[in-house]
C-alpha cells in the first residue's frame, strides 16, 4: 500500500514544494496511514510506503 502526497507551488521563492514536507508533516502523514489502517483491518498486514510528489 502507497500513501501519496502531493504538493504544488507556483513560485519557487520560497522553495520547492517538496521543500514543505517538513518533519511535522510527516508526522501527520504518519499518523493519518495509521488511522486509515486501524480502521480497514484487512490492510494491517500489508507492506506500506509513503511516496511525495511535487508538481
Do not use: N, W
Not at 17 to 46: C, I, M, N, W
Amino acid at each position: 500500500m502507497v500513501f501519496v502526497e502531493v504538493r504544488s507551488r507556483r513560485e519557487l521563492v520560497y522553495g520547492s514544494a517538496l521543500d514543505t514536507v517538513t518533519v511535522s508533516k510527516q508526522g501527520k502523514l504518519k499518523r493519518a496511514a495509521e488511522s486509515f489502517l486501524q480502521t480497514r483491518p484487512r490492510y494491517r498486514h500489508f507492506y506500506c510506503s509513503f511516496d511525495v510528489v511535487g508538481i
